[in-house]
């Protein structure tokens, strides 16, 4: 049987090259798409496939009128977790592929799918080498005790940190505390220019014109350092895989899991 699959985002650069790799996949069946600036077009007409008879709604809320067992969001920061909670008190488990959200909005999340006894897979990154870096740097964390985290987008990118970031602090933070030789707050000048900290960690977010996405942690000891990075082009393929990956593993447990490593054989 088909696993249902609800795409928000639809006609954006990754909700694209996810729609047509569902429409390729044996075992995944897409029921609906939402974009709000394609809405009541036709999806196939959209995407250039037009074998594929299937309109778009403007909303999630429209769109899971159609029983889906799956919603996978790549949204935007600003309506991810009205999306999220909507789906989740329909009883549709979801996929998170947009940043933005914050602990608080996770813990809030995991709390309501508990409740209505779905899966919540959330992902900073799905790309395979983003997921490895996060994988390399929780290793080094357990034998470096200095690190802090840089992440660059273009001047576009409206949230900061990234959600790939993001979760990589928190996830360090997991295996422990950095330590800081000079506590931020006995910073001598603007104590901002020492970044936020997240988990305990400090992460500092380049937003200019020119930049791609890309991400390092720099782990640091007397007369030695280590840089774990990741680098993403402008192809949104990376992010096709993982995600379509956590769309099958999402349905197979209750509540919310931070990132696809888990599903992972390393």
Request: charge should be neutral.
């Amino acid at each position: 049987m088909k696993i249902r699959i609800c795409l928000a985002g639809a006609t954006g650069s990754v909700g694209r090259a996810l729609a047509h790799e569902i429409l390729r996949s044996e075992d995944l069946e897409l029921v609906g798409a939402v974009s709000r600036t394609h809405q009541n077009r036709n999806l196939g007409e959209v995407l250039g496939t037009p074998k594929v008879d299937l309109k778009i709604s403007g909303t999630v809320q429209e769109a899971l009128n159609t029983r889906a067992d799956v919603l996978i969001d790549y949204t935007s920061p600003s309506v991810v977790k009205s999306h999220v909670l909507f789906a989740i008190d329909r009883g549709t488990n979801v996929v998170i592929g947009t940043s933005g959200l914050t602990e608080k909005d996770y813990a809030e999340i995991d709390s309501a799918a508990r409740s209505k006894g779905v899966g919540v897979l959330a992902g900073g990154n799905f790309a395979i080498t983003a997921i490895l870096m996060q994988r390399f740097a929780l290793m080094a964390a357990k034998h470096i005790p200095h690190w802090e985290i840089v992440d660059y987008a273009n001047a576009n990118k409206i949230d900061a940190p990234s959600g790939t970031s993001r979760e990589l602090a928190e996830r360090l933070s997991q295996v422990r505390k950095p330590i800081l030789k000079h506590p931020v707050e006995e910073t001598h000048g603007p104590k901002e220019s020492r970044g936020a900290s997240i988990g305990g960690a400090q992460v500092h977010s380049i937003r200019l014109p020119g930049y791609g996405f890309s991400a390092e942690v720099i782990f640091g000891m007397a007369n030695e350092k280590l840089i774990i990075r990741h680098e993403a082009g402008e192809s949104s393929e990376p992010y096709v895989a993982g995600t379509l990956l956590a769309a099958r593993k999402v349905i197979s447990f209750v509540g919310l899991v931070m990132g696809i490593d888990h599903f992972m054989d390393f």
